[in-house]
């Protein structure tokens, strides 16, 4: 299911419960009917707000529309507000940075200068991307990183898309490096013990407290019997 996050003033929200045909239902589910109602139907006289595939004579318009073509459209959407948000934490941290400048310049500190363009060239290649501090991490989990990172939603689908495991978990979520992710897998099915003194030794401490996390969540447990640690479902 794809899961779209959207911000809505106060008045259009407002004007959308009061409408008639979403009287009665709670706001969430007055929006969600909302966006469907405006992908599935048309306007009056006028043409539809999404092209849809042509409708036999005699079908209403909301039947003739393909739940596939509905959740495409909607996960289109979900990928463009995702690389909006991440245009937007781009112009914030330039805003921020601007902030500190005009403080300092109010205080009597003289300005920085300007950097070259090769300090400019320097700094991109220091600059290191999600994906590649993951890979030095090996595990990231949300908890960790909630007071560094303005937009989470983004961040996450940002290392999913460059191919990072994004576990969503009841306690938030946690992203793991793909080959990290092979190892653990690997080294847990040979793991048959329960005892955490040993299973630290043997994951350390990063696969130990994925473990923990994944134990804790439901999604692994240890069987007994077998002595050994079972997925209690599929996972990447």
């Known amino acids: 299911m794809v ?24 706001p969430e589910e007055a929006v969600r009917q909302f966006i469907i109602d405006a992908v599935t139907q ?13 409708q036999k004579e005699g079908e209403s318009v909301a039947g003739t529309v393909p739940e596939s073509f509905i959740i495409q459209k ?11 948000y991440e245009i937007l934490e781009a112009l914030l941290d330039k805003v921020s940075t601007l902030e500190q400048e005009i403080k300092n310049i109010s205080a ?23 994906i590649d501090f993951l890979k ?6 949300e908890a960790d ?5 303005r937009n989470r939603d983004a961040f996450f689908e940002r290392l999913r898309r460059d191919g990072a495991v994004v576990l969503e978990l009841k306690y938030g979520r946690v992203a793991v490096d793909p080959d990290y992710w092979e190892e653990f897998k ?4 040979e793991l048959d013990t329960s ?29 007994a019997t077998k002595r050994r640690w079972v997925f209690a479902e599929k996972l990447p």
């Open 3 to 26: 899961r779209l996050c959207i911000s809505i003033p106060y008045e259009v929200l407002e004007k959308i419960i009061k409408d008639q045909r979403y009287k009665g239902l709670p």
């Open 145 to 149: 990183i909630a007071n560094r990172i």
């Open 195 to 223: 005892d955490d003194a040993e299973i630290e030794r043997r994951l350390g401490k990063k696969g130990y407290a994925l473990l923990k996390a994944l134990s804790e969540d439901g999604v692994v447990y240890f069987d």
């Open 42 to 54: 048309t306007e009056k006289g006028g043409k539809a707000l999404i092209p849809l595939p042509p």
């Open 74 to 84: 909607l996960d289109n959407i979900h990928k463009w507000t995702s690389r909006t």
């Open 108 to 130: 009597g500190a003289p300005p920085r200068p300007a950097p070259k363009a090769a300090e400019h060239e320097e700094r991109g290649r220091r600059r290191k991307s999600a």
């Open 136 to 141: 030095e991490q090996k595990i990231m989990f």
């Open 186 to 189: 690997s080294a847990l099915n």
